[in-house]
């Protein structure tokens, strides 16, 4: 499926699984930290929507203004961060490289590459918005 010219309701139709929408003030500005820091394919950009991809999983991000009327907006702070106690896991995108290239782009590394005990290497790397990404592959310990 070419997620660029796909209708909105063929691509309702054909999503399985797990999906992870995330809430943005500035969907542009997410979108561009997840291709230039994270390396994820962003496809269907727009101001009030982006679709973004990374080994086949898909992760959508939607403006404040596109959920006014959800009522999950009730618990979206005004200020600060944003997901707090959500990590988003990469699987197979090297944390060594993301962290580079969050350090080229003015990202703020959380947590900088280290091989943990279950046997990832992995970081976390904030979005301008403070959404929690770590990028991990397996550790060569």
């Known amino acids: 499926m070419n997620l660029d010219t796909v209708t909105p ?19 542009r500005a997410v ?15 727009g101001d009030d929507f982006a679709l973004l991809a990374h080994e086949g999983t898909l992760i959508q991000l939607h403006s404040d203004r596109s959920f006014r009327a959800h009522p999950l907006m009730g618990l979206v702070p005004e200020a600060g961060a ?7 896991y990469l699987f197979g995108l090297d944390p060594d490289a993301a962290c580079s290239r969050a350090a080229a782009h003015d990202a703020l590394v959380l947590e900088p590459p ?21 990028p991990a592959v397996v550790s060569a310990l």
Not at 31 to 45: S, T
Not at 82 to 88: A, D, F, N, T
């Open 114 to 134: 280290a091989d943990k005990p279950h046997g990832l290497r992995e970081a976390t790397i904030l979005s301008p918005e403070g959404h929690a990404f770590s």
């Open 31 to 45: 979108a561009r930290f997840a291709a230039q820091v994270l390396g994820l394919g962003v496809h269907r950009l």
């Open 9 to 27: 309701a063929a691509f309702g139709r054909s999503l399985r699984g797990v999906g992870v929408n995330l809430l943005c003030r500035d969907v």
């Open 82 to 88: 944003r997901g707090g106690g959500v990590q988003v």
